[in-house]
């Protein structure tokens, strides 16, 4: 069964930084796109960003253009976000999810999810 295992949320003043790591078990890493979304209270999910063999990095909203940055690392099947200069606006539940080959900004192409990590910045 394929997993796929957030960590590196947390609470963080606004201006900080966090990493979040998503863990990719059980399936073929490369052939993967995999994306990170987020959801705060009351809000609908959000794409924020998506990385894939296929695509290179895809960011898909604006507001953290030049603040957060997708990676992956194959040797150890793991997508990293790192964010930088955090906002208040930035407090959510974040996922990640996978979906062959390419990446979309459509959450529900999404075959796979990871059960979330929680960032609260304060402010």
């Known amino acids: 069964e394929v997993q796929l295992v957030e960590s590196g949320g947390g609470l963080v003043q606004a201006g900080g930084s966090l990493r979040l790591s998503c863990a990719a078990s059980?399936?073929?890493?490369?052939?993967?796109?995999i994306g990170w979304f987020r959801q705060a209270p009351g809000n609908e999910r959000e794409t924020v960003s998506c990385i894939s063999s296929r695509d290179g990095r895809l960011n898909y909203v604006d507001s953290v253009e030049g603040r957060f940055t997708i990676n992956g690392d194959s040797a150890k099947n793991t997508v990293y976000l790192d964010m930088n200069n955090l906002k208040p606006e930035d407090t959510a539940v974040y996922y990640c999810a996978a979906r062959r080959d390419f990446c979309s900004p459509d959450g529900s192409a999404y075959n796979y999810w990871g059960q979330g990590t929680q960032v609260t910045v304060s402010s």
């Open positions: 059980r399936f073929p890493f490369g052939r993967y796109a």
